[in-house]
T-cell receptor
Framework: DGGITQSPKYLFRKEGQNVTLSCEQNLNHDAMYWYRQDPGQGLRLIYY???????QKGDIAEGYSVSREKKESFPLTVTSAQKNPTAFYLC???????????FGQGTRLTVV | SQQGEEDPQALSIQEGENATMNCSYKTSINNLQWYRQNSGRGLVHLIL?????REKHSGRLRVTLDTSKKSSSLLITASRAADTASYFCATGPTNDYKLSFGAGTTVTVRA
């Protein structure tokens, strides 16, 4: 099955700890994205990547880091510098800047 | 800042009625896209309209785009209970991969 997979679905983190969210796609898409969604809100762009070994900050990159070492993978690390990390995180990919985006099912991160 | 902004924030309609929501954006775009999100799930792509198109249809969906007003509308005809969801518009600036979403319109279809 072709698609985009996020794991885990639910994640709990203690304050002060870094945590990495996984995003893998087998669609051979060049572009990948990370978004954050708070309850009742829209999606805010954290980071995006057009190509392997390259990525750009979105609108709310502070406290987050990413890597793009492989075309199919775009992990997101939520660092201890992110003051309010509890949210729903969505990963997406697209073939190009003129194409539709495909989304994973999301990871719900809770800081305990 | 978010590129697209939807209006209204929420909409409640009776099954069988039409639902219309609007999206405004700020910069020149390659295309404008509409997505649906069911509660707690990922987004599903509905329709993409290119900057040189004015109207597009897909099943019960009709999208219009007015680049002079930097606005788009999504019409869902003959709504069903299964159309209950949040709807988002998304835009990307010309020659950029950045894809930004608005705050969304929450649609409730009453049986």
């Amino acid at each position: 099955d072709g698609g985009i997979t996020q794991s885990p679905k639910y994640l709990f983190r203690k304050e002060g700890q870094n945590v990495t969210l996984s995003c893998e796609q087998n669609l051979n898409h060049d572009a990948m994205y990370w978004y954050r969604q708070d309850p009742g809100q829209g999606l805010r762009l954290i980071y995006y990547s057009q190509i392997v070994n390259d990525f750009q900050k979105g609108d709310i990159a502070e406290g987050y880091s990413v890597s793009r070492e492989k075309k199919e993978s775009f992990p997101l690390t939520v660092t201890s510098a992110q003051k309010n990390p509890t949210a729903f995180y969505l990963c997406a990919s697209s073939l190009s800047e003129r194409a539709e985006a495909f989304f994973g099912q999301g990871t719900r991160l809770t800081v305990v | 800042s978010q590129q697209g902004e939807e209006d209204p924030q929420a909409l409640s309609i009776q099954e069988g009625e039409n639902a219309t929501m609007n999206c405004s954006y700020k910069t020149s775009i390659n295309n404008l896209q509409w997505y649906r999100q069911n509660s707690g799930r990922g987004l599903v792509h509905l329709i993409l309209i290119r900057s040189n198109e004015r109207e597009k249809h897909s099943g019960r969906l009709r999208v219009t785009l007015d680049t002079s007003k930097k606005s788009s509308s999504l019409l869902i005809t003959a709504s069903r209970a299964a159309d209950t969801a949040s709807y988002f518009c998304a835009t990307g600036p010309t020659n950029d991969y950045k894809l930004s979403f608005g705050a969304g319109t929450t649609v409730t279809v009453r049986a």
